[in-house]
């Protein structure tokens, strides 16, 4: 068995020691004789685990006591919908369009009341981060929403926006765990874990407990209620238990590997060999502008799409996976999410040199 570096961008590369741990204990999970797959969710042994993923993660995040974890499902993109429908109450929002997943939650968030975009880069392919130091906040605007790193154009916000005093809201799917954050800059955040935490089926919430009521906007469904899963312990009804099993190993791997600041420093060496080799190559290019490059999804071409099919497929011939870009952009994107080893991104550089001599 030979373990590729698979760049995809979600589902994605998860650590192998988690997944060694996870095959170890498939068919008997500490001596229950049974799979976490197997088990019900109001076991003792259940409970143990659910309760350590969320400390560790509120010890990885440093989430503050008045803030709640809420393990739910449907994706990032049910939060779309859930998100105005838990928090609109003047049904009126201000989104920040910084690329197709933002554009898409603004989109459905018309749904429920106003949605203003507020700021956009829709104007050079979504290359960049707009300022956001002034933006036009509508007076009665119930947040702010921003997608912090965007998975398919490759951009990041550095400085997240000033809100004038309004909520923050910010889906971050792609860059979760990736580098500290101080949550208490935000009324809520949440990611789909498929991209840098676990498998696909788990959607956590970080939010605010004044912002989880009664009073979400009328036809509600139970199961899209933030309230439902913060008074019943993400437990309400069977939650994505053995994904969850997963993310609590991610989550404590982190913790050995140091924390979000050593894994901040372990991504930033990572995106700076791919940018730098991309700023010296006279083949391929990055699309992004320097000052908003995201450490996590980095997207280049060469210009010709005969090349770069090329490429892709060499690329996977080497044992290099998934580098194809976005289909709604083409070109190449390199996912080098936490569980990307350095030698990953090396033998992606190496490679790209390689090619770069003989195509030039
Ligand atoms: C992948 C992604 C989504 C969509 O996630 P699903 O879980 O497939 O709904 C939304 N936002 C961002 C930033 C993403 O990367």
């Not at 030979?2 to 994605?12: I, L």
């Not at 951009?155 to 004038?164: A, D, E, I, V, Y």
């Not at 194809?324 to 990953?344: C, D, F, Q, T």
Request: glycine share 10%; hydrophobic share 40%.
């Amino acid at each position: 068995m030979a373990r590729v570096y698979n760049f995809s961008a979600g589902p994605a590369v998860l650590p192998e020691e988690v997944l060694r741990e996870a095959a170890a204990e498939m068919l008997d999970y500490q001596g229950t004789g049974m799979s976490v797959m197997e088990m019900s969710h109001r076991s003792d042994a259940y409970q143990a685990i659910i309760d350590a993923a969320e400390q560790d993660l509120r010890d990885l995040m440093g989430v503050p006591d008045n803030y709640k974890v809420l393990f739910m499902q449907g994706g990032a993109s049910q939060q779309f919908a859930m998100v105005p429908m838990n928090l609109m109450q003047n049904r009126v929002a201000d989104y920040i369009i910084t690329g197709m997943w933002a554009k898409k939650a603004c989109a459905e968030a018309t749904k429920f009341g106003t949605a203003n975009a507020i700021a956009s880069s829709a104007d050079k392919t979504f290359s960049y981060i707009p300022d956001c130091s002034d933006l036009p906040i509508s007076e009665n605007a119930d947040y702010v929403y921003i997608c912090e790193n965007n998975t398919i154009y490759g951009t990041k916000f550095k400085k997240l926006p000033n809100t004038k005093g309004k909520l923050l809201v910010s889906d971050v799917s792609s860059c979760f765990l990736s580098e500290p954050v101080n949550v208490e800059d935000y009324g809520m955040l949440y990611g789909g874990v498929q991209k840098n935490i676990g498998p696909a089926g788990v959607v956590i919430g970080v939010i605010r407990e004044d912002l989880i009521r009664e009073d979400v906007l009328p036809g509600t469904p139970t199961m899209l209620t933030y309230k439902t899963f913060a008074d019943n312990g993400s437990m309400y009804n069977t939650p994505p238990a053995y994904g969850i099993y997963i993310c609590g190993k991610v989550f404590k791997w982190l913790k050995k590997m140091g924390g979000l600041e050593a894994i901040k420093g372990r991504n930033e060496a990572k995106a700076k060999i791919l940018y730098d080799y991309l700023d010296g190559s006279s083949l391929f290019r990055g699309t992004v502008v320097k000052e908003d490059r995201s450490l996590m999804n980095v997207p280049f071409v060469i210009g010709d799409k005969d090349m770069e099919a090329k490429f892709v497929k060499e690329a996977s011939g080497a044992g290099l996976m998934n580098l194809k870009g976005h289909r709604s952009v083409g070109g190449m994107r390199a996912s080098i999410y936490n569980a990307m080893p350095l030698e990953g991104v090396q033998a992606l550089v190496g490679f790209m040199e390689e090619f770069e001599k003989k195509n030039r």
